[in-house]
């Protein structure tokens, strides 16, 4: 995936005007002033369209890097069976350290939502070892939790005493894990 806070950094560092980067990227049904909205949006950390994987690589060839040094790699848990509060805990302890250090203190973590935020984050280093990465200087850029209500499947009511009913309110969340190289 593209990293839209390395994209601007490299533009300003290298003084590239998006123009010049919109001509170089070459997609057919892309014409330029599509192509400039394009960019402008990708800087902003809004993917649409969604860049694709020769979009990155015209991209890097155009800032003279490679296509690694524009490039993050994301992994999510969607509707985990815990709630977010509690699975922030742990993402918090994670967010910005190096990848080993980052599974260290999950090994060690003893909580629920640690075994779960291991595995996706084995599978953002899985995908960044796939794309040619350094996974040794691989931190973790982004670690978040979002809320996504209620567990699909659980039962809403649970009978009580003289016809009365309480709620049950098991709930969901999606972990999001985002590694990047420095």
Known sequence: MLSAIKLKE??????VDIAQLAGQLGRPRLD?????AAIKNWQRGLFKPKPRKEDITRLAAALSVE??????????????PLSARKARLVTQLIAGRGVQDAMDILKFTRKRAA??????????IADADEQQADVDNLYVSEARVDDAGIRIGTKRWI????????????????????????
Not at 115 to 124: E, Y
């Open 10 to 15: 490299l533009c300003q560092q290298r003084q």
């Open 32 to 36: 330029k002033k599509k192509a400039v």
């Open 67 to 80: 296509a690694n040094d524009l490039a993050d790699w994301h992994s999510c848990h969607l509707y985990a």
């Open 115 to 124: 075994t779960m935020v291991n595995k996706v984050l084995k599978a953002a």
């Open 159 to 182: 009978a009580k005493d003289r016809g009365r009913t309480h709620r049950i309110r098991k709930m969901g969340c999606h972990i999001h894990i985002t590694v990047t190289q420095p």
